[in-house]
């Protein structure tokens, strides 16, 4: 009966495959079907019913009625209408495609687009990377130097940028690369995602990658005992008060332009280089009986966790934020493989896995030789489709979902972004709604084949399946150990 389930629904073409498909009219109760759910997943539950040209959709939500429409407008333009019953509900609550805006500007127009590509595959989070040394990109009323000074830059990619060491310029320079989002422009962002039930999650980074405010702002910069400021410096000072100041003002306004419930705000990748030779960090550190530098990280971290817990939302933090104490509510991402997972579940988070093993799409899609300039491991369709993201001896009760990650220090065109996100995205869409033991490669595959062509004629710039190196397509380049160069072919 198992395999029989399998094979039928396997031979609808959605991404992502639904729960359960039926060429059958169910004549059961959908309201018992879905009473078993948990309260999140009853929220999204659909049942479509095509008898004939006839359809009926059951949900007990608006949003469960959405994600039954989107179904059927796959299944619709993908050229199909299969007469039964699909039952459906996803297995994450979170399932996320993050953008880096701060390495390459791609605007509202991209951003929606996307918006409109993770609708149609049962995406519901938009998280947003808005800042990082390489520009500032949201408007700031009470910091308004953010964008003025950093949202422009001379280097049209961010590795011209860097060889160029690292100069900003202003709008009115026709030679500068750059922009940034308006609070309008992100408030249309966020109603154009709400309406398609994506939550837009910014974030804004701290206290590392952090170049940009300092030089906006060098009074978040650390002092050295001679008085000579650290400029230039990666990370933020976290012993000065100009520091939380600057960071509360525009968390207040992050918050006000998203609603989300939660905020990110980054915590990955610290230096700490500055902070042991600083009189505020100093002066932090003998208030607060430090003897590590490290624990200034720690310090700042909680400190904005209660700034952003008193306005009622709960931060998000990379996988970092668990190595100097933070407090249970805050959510931990996963980035450096899924050791920081497990052991943010051990320690009682929720937790959101992106492994950059599996869940970094600027990350090779193919060989090297065949395809533009990308960072280090291979992650084929077919490895990043093998995900498991609840790994073992995690709770499954704490893990919210998983996401991918577009960082693009190397990706610097729309068009180049969305090459790196299709198909893939498909499989991470999959992994994150469709139950784990419903996912069958070869039968995705035909289906991601399908549903790419259609991409295509929506006007989305993708990756060729067709070219696919047999390397790629065996999903074999798993773990390639550190330091290992992906073989040219093979
Ligand atoms: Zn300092």
Not at 329 to 337: E, F, K
Not at 450 to 470: I, K, Q, V
Request: aromatic share 12%; glycine share 8%.
């Amino acid at each position: 009966m198992r395999f029989l389930i399998l094979f039928l629904t396997a031979a609808i073409g959605l991404i992502p495959a639904p729960v359960k498909y039926t060429p059958e009219k169910d004549r059961t109760s959908f309201k018992k079907a879905v009473a078993q759910l948990e309260p999140w997943q009853q929220q999204e539950a659909y049942r479509l019913t095509i008898r004939g040209k006839r359809v009926k959709i059951e949900a007990l939500t608006p949003e469960g009625r959405f994600r039954a429409q989107k179904s059927l407008e796959q299944l619709q333009m993908l050229g199909e209408l299969p007469q039964g019953t699909i039952f459906d509900y996803p297995r994450f609550r979170h399932r996320g495609l993050m953008i880096d805006e701060s390495r390459s500007f791609k605007g509202l127009a991209f951003l929606k687009k996307q918006v409109d590509a993770m609708a149609l595959l049962k995406l519901n989070v938009l998280h947003l990377h808005l800042d990082d040394s390489a520009g500032w990109r949201i408007e700031s009323e009470a910091y308004p130097d953010l964008t003025g000074k950093t949202a422009f830059r001379i280097g049209r990619t961010y590795h011209e940028w860097e060889a160029g060491r690292y100069r900003f310029t202003t709008a009115d320079d026709p030679t500068g690369y750059g922009g940034y989002y308006t609070r309008e422009e992100l408030k249309e962002l966020v109603a154009y995602a709400a309406q398609r039930y994506i939550t837009v999650i910014p974030e804004i980074e701290m206290p590392g990658h952090s170049m940009e405010v300092g030089y906006a702002y060098p009074q978040v910069l650390c002092e050295h005992p001679n008085g000579r400021l650290h400029t230039g410096a990666w990370d933020l000072c976290p012993g000065s008060e100009a520091t939380y100041r600057l960071l509360e003002a525009v968390l207040e306004e992050v918050m006000d332009i998203f609603p989300s419930p939660f905020i990110h705000i980054g915590g990955d990748e610290a230096t700490m280089k500055t902070w042991s030779q600083c009189v505020h960090c100093a002066r932090r550190m003998e208030e607060e009986g430090y003897t590590d530098v490290k624990e200034l990280q720690g310090y700042l971290v909680r400190r904005i966790e209660r700034f952003v817990a008193a306005h009622g939302r709960r931060i998000i933090g990379w996988d970092e934020i668990l190595e100097t104490g933070v407090p249970e509510q805050a959510v931990v991402q996963s980035w450096r493989g899924i050791a920081g997972g497990i052991q943010a579940s051990a320690a009682g988070h929720e937790v959101i896995m992106s492994p950059n093993s599996h869940c970094y799409y600027n990350y090779y899609q193919d060989l090297i030789r065949k395809e533009p300039k990308a960072v280090g491991e291979l992650v084929s369709l077919r490895f990043t489709y093998g995900y498991e993201p609840l790994a073992p001896g995690m709770d499954p009760a704490l893990l919210r979902g998983v996401q991918a990650n577009l960082w693009t220090e190397l990706i610097p065109t729309p068009e180049h972004a969305e090459y790196m996100l299709y198909p893939r995205l498909f499989a991470l869409a999959e992994t994150a709604w469709t139950p784990a033991a419903q996912k069958e490669y070869k039968g995705f595959r035909k289906r991601a084949r399908a549903l790419l062509d259609l991409f295509r004629s929506l006007g989305y710039n993708t990756f060729d399946m067709d070219t696919e190196s047999d390397l790629a397509r065996s999903g074999l380049q798993r773990f390639p150990p550190e330091g290992t160069p992906i073989p040219l072919d093979e």
